[in-house]
């Protein structure tokens, strides 16, 4: 009887140890199939955690502008937040910098936004603020707007698929200066004394920003439209105020009939001087953004700038809700708009042509 009892132990401690050894063989596999499976995972995101989960989203705004002319444009951005669901002060929070149209300033900004805890960068002012931007970080997300071709310029790799962390709003500004030029042409009338006077044509002034790199691409296609016109250029450049007046006085003395102020964020600060000098001078001026016909300058062609900002707010608003910026395609424009001031028109006792009063999007009085 002892015998069979001591036996059966014997059984059942055997049976116990084999037990426990299979399991060890099943926990071993299991082990080594995780183990493979997770070295070999791709991660979802190229881009680090830089909040804790559950925390307030942190926005950096890199701006070559000026606060004090920026408010439109500020809330234009705002409400493209707001539609998707974020306001600042309540769950968001938003660190500006602005540049005040001196180039110069950016990189170090960038670099102290980079730096911080963000969620996200924005770029506003075109393709300066945002080449500083993507030289400031390869990892925080980036919704930039530019003048130029983001693919030419090396911005993006393709429009559809724009590359690691940066995508944005193509406003092609800097790509309409020919069509402004083609604008200021039907302005001056020809044949007669005119004709006489300029046997090569008119000239027109172009105002460009002498610490602004404009691509010799653009500047040579401003010639070649202005020679298919029968029009000459007369290039002026400027990057200080005292540079702004010295243009002035070149136009006044060269006797200059009409003038294009190209898109440029340092003019944007200096809109009401711009704007002031062209009404003392009186010279038709034609400029990049409504903002100078509200004021009273005498035209301008181009997107309009708060549909921009709403546009890059509505990216930003998506990249905070969880989309990457390689997946979200460079937007592109679709509408350019023609603004006439026909009471500055009239102080200039200037007579606009009516297939330019047709084309225009919006007249004012």
Known sequence: MNLSI????????????????????VCRWISIRYKSRTATRVPESPFPARAHQGS?????VLSSGSADNSAQLVNAF?????????????????????????????????????????????????????MVAKAATSTIPIVADVGVDPVASGLVASRSRPGRNITGIS?????????????????IPRGGLLQELM????????????????????????????????????????????????????????RIPVLAVASDAFFNTRRDKLVALAADSAVPAM???????????LMSYGMNPSDVCHKVGIHAGGILNGAKPYDLPVMQPTKFELVINLQTARALKLEIPATLLARADELIE
């Not at 001591?6 to 063989?25: C, H, N, R, T």
């Not at 008119?202 to 691409?217: C, D, F, H, I, R």
């Not at 016109?229 to 006085?249: E, G, W």
């Open 6 to 25: 001591f036996s059966l132990a014997m059984l059942l401690g055997l049976s116990v140890l084999s037990l426990i050894d299979s399991l060890g063989e």
């Open 56 to 60: 307030v989203p942190v926005i950096g």
């Open 78 to 130: 705002h409400r493209g937040l707001a539609e998707n669901g974020y306001v600042e002060g309540q769950n968001l929070t938003v660190e500006y910098r602005w540049a005040e149209g001196i180039y110069d300033r950016l990189p170090a900004m960038a670099v102290e936004l980079a730096r911080m805890p963000l969620t996200l960068l924005v770029s506003l002012g075109g393709e300066p603020t945002a």
């Open 199 to 254: 046997p090569r044509g008119p000239t027109v002034g172009v105002l460009l920003n002498s610490n602004k790199l404009t691509p010799a691409s653009q500047t040579r296609e401003l010639w070649e439209v202005a020679r298919a016109i029968d029009m000459q250029l007369h290039i002026l450049r400027a990057s200080t105020d005292d540079d702004i007046d010295a243009a002035f006085d070149s136009i006044r003395q060269n």
């Open 171 to 187: 406003c092609r500004t800097e790509a309409l200066e020919p069509e402004r030029l083609g604008l200021l042409q039907e302005l």
């Open 287 to 297: 400029y990049s953004s409504r903002e100078y016909a509200e004021i009273g300058g």
